[in-house]
């Protein structure tokens, strides 16, 4: 332990190795700009702009009404682990027994717990990079050690096996994990069967077990999504993370789970059972009605379906509007809601308003000032060349947004 500045109470080594979110300067620039009254627009946002499903309304309302406000099972109600269990069979063709999932307060506490799961210190876990800010930081918190694996623009930004093998070879440690996301925040990448068939043959050769964080499967636009647990020989060795955050548009229900062999899920069980215990009663039936309605064809199925349906129109919108801006190139995203932008054309000349940019920080900061466009920093995610931009936002946002970021980089 060691003092903190300016306080008697001494933190822990790992409390202050840990770093806030990397976007959170960025965010608290839009924020205060907003709070003056300024014309300034989010494309920061990672949550859908609508609201959840009437189906999952109703099934809070529904739970508080019925009295459900007392502790469940920890790893769930039996109703909503066995419906996990009945989506991930009927819509991913992968069979687990409702004893097989935990239910858990968000895909970020999945996640977490599948780690602590699995991760001893010293531990290396291979991360894709650019990657979700938070994988690299849990596996650190834990003791583990993050082997990044470089992905590219060029690839559409996927995972590459012999990118993957040269990683583990050059770790001078062991490879105990790998966490594959598809489709992926920032990159919107998604993955073809045979990819996805070309990685399981490499993880099946190192012995790797896969933390697969499928929480966006639902949001692709160009060709269906496989689960990564039914490649040949996966399902043993994959936890499959998923949740309501994204395609359900359930961000502040914390609804998530992890599916995958029994000991890993019984241990996640046990730790989240002396940690927060089980996740809100009535955030459980709101999701469980929610999941019920879609896969029995009612209002949630047509609710989501629009939703992405609204997410692909607004993909088709930005890159036809990206387009139209000299110097910055992007892969098309085929899932997610998010392009990664790569700006770095742009560093180091002098921009219409008369700044010089070096990196993705100063870049973002500079398209807040001068275009009232907030954005995030690639850095955040591992990539300085880029920029992350949501189209979490509305059409007309997103046209004058894009319109204003043009002018801006002109
Ligand atoms: C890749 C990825 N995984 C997991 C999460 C966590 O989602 P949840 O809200 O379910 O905790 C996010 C949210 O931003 C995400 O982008």
Not at 2 to 27: E, F, H, M, N, Y
Not at 227 to 236: D, E, H, I, V
Not at 268 to 281: E, F
Request: glycine residues 10%.
């Amino acid at each position: 332990m060691s003092a903190a500045k300016g306080s008697p109470v001494r933190l822990s080594r790992a409390a202050q190795a840990a770093v806030p979110s990397g976007t959170l300067a960025i965010d608290e620039e839009y924020r205060a700009r907003k709070a003056r009254g300024e014309d300034v627009i989010s494309l920061g946002a990672g949550q859908p702009d609508f609201p959840s499903p009437e189906a999952a309304l109703a099934g809070g309302r529904e739970a508080i009404d019925t009295g459900r406000t007392r502790y469940t099972d920890v790893a769930g109600t039996e109703e909503l682990r066995a419906t996990i269990a009945r989506k991930l069979k009927e819509e991913n063709g992968l069979a687990v027994t409702p004893q097989q999932v935990v239910v858990t307060a968000g895909a970020k506490q999945a996640i977490e717990l599948a780690l602590r799961a699995l991760v001893d210190p010293g531990d290396g876990v291979l991360v894709p990079v650019p990657a979700w800010p938070s994988y690299g930081q849990m596996v650190r918190l834990l003791g583990g050690t993050v082997i990044p694996v470089p992905i590219h623009a060029a690839d559409g930004w996927k995972l590459k096996v012999d990118a993957l093998l040269k990683a583990i070879a050059g770790a001078g440690r062991r490879a105990d994990v790998l966490i594959l996301n598809q489709p992926s925040n920032p990159t919107g990448a998604t993955y073809t069967v045979d990819d996805l068939a070309r990685i399981a043959e490499a993880v099946r050769g190192e012995e790797l077990t896969v933390i697969s964080d499928e929480i966006y499967e639902r949001l692709v636009y160009d060709a269906p999504f496989t689960s990564f647990a039914t490649l040949p020989g996966m399902r043993g060795r994959t936890i499959t993370v998923n949740g309501f955050s994204k395609a359900f548009a359930m961000t502040g229900w914390r609804m998530g789970y992890a599916a995958g062999p029994a000991p890993v899920t019984a241990a996640i069980g046990t730790l989240l059972g002396h940690t927060s215990g089980n996740a809100s009663s009535v955030a459980q039936h709101a999701a469980l009605r929610a999941l019920e309605s879609v896969l029995d064809g009612g209002e949630g199925a047509a609710t989501l379906e629009s939703m992405r349906a609204a997410f692909k129109d607004r993909r088709d919108l930005v890159c036809r509007l990206l387009d139209a801006i000299p110097g910055v190139t992007y892969a098309r995203p085929g899932g997610a809601f998010y392009v990664f932008v790569d700006v770095s054309a742009h560093y180091g000349r002098p921009l219409a308003g008369g700044r010089v940019t070096h990196d993705s920080l100063s870049l973002a900061a500079y398209l807040l000032e001068d275009a009232g466009v907030a954005v995030v920093p690639g850095r955040a995610f591992g990539d300085d060349r880029c920029i992350r931009i949501s189209f979490a936002a509305s059409a007309e946002d997103l046209t004058v947004a894009l319109k204003r970021i043009a002018k801006a980089l002109a």
